[in-house]
Nanobody, 124 residues
Framework: QVQLVESGGGLVQPGGSLRLSCTVSGFTLNHYAIGWFRQAPGKERERVACINGGGGTTYYANSVKGRFTISRDNAKNTVYLQMNSLKPQDTAEYYC?????????????????WGQGTQVTVSS
């Protein structure tokens, strides 16, 4: 059974940092792409970062480029999202997801398996 579990969210001040973790089970992590998405109230779910199977290629939304870094530790079955220089507009529920395909997709509708989400709030 495919499962993804996010952790690491919380309340942080503007300019601060958080590291989110996505621990997976039920499939071999290094074969498949993993995406990080976020959804703020009243807004569509958007992809913020993605890493291909094997970890050789990463993608970032323009709004987070240079501030967020996606990485994976296959031995720990975990994908990370390091978030630095956080802004109030980064406030959202963050999800990790996979479509059990090697390559990333930018479309949330193409992902079949989702975690339960972790809340990130950036506020002073």
């Amino acid at each position: 059974q495919v499962q993804l579990v996010e952790s690491g969210g919380g309340l942080v001040q503007p300019g601060g940092s958080l590291r989110l973790s996505c621990t997976v089970s039920g499939f071999t992590l290094n074969h498949y792409a993993i995406g990080w998405f976020r959804q703020a109230p009243g807004k569509e779910r958007e992809r913020v970062a993605c890493i291909n199977g094997g970890g050789g290629t990463t993608y970032y939304a323009n709004s987070v480029k240079g501030r967020f870094t996606i990485s994976r530790d296959n031995a720990k079955n975990t994908v990370y999202l390091q978030m630095n220089s956080l802004k109030p507009q980064d406030t959202a529920e963050y999800y990790c997801a996979t479509r059990l395909v090697y390559y990333c997709s930018g479309y949330a509708r193409e992902y079949d398996h989702w975690g339960q989400g972790t809340q990130v709030t950036v506020s002073s």
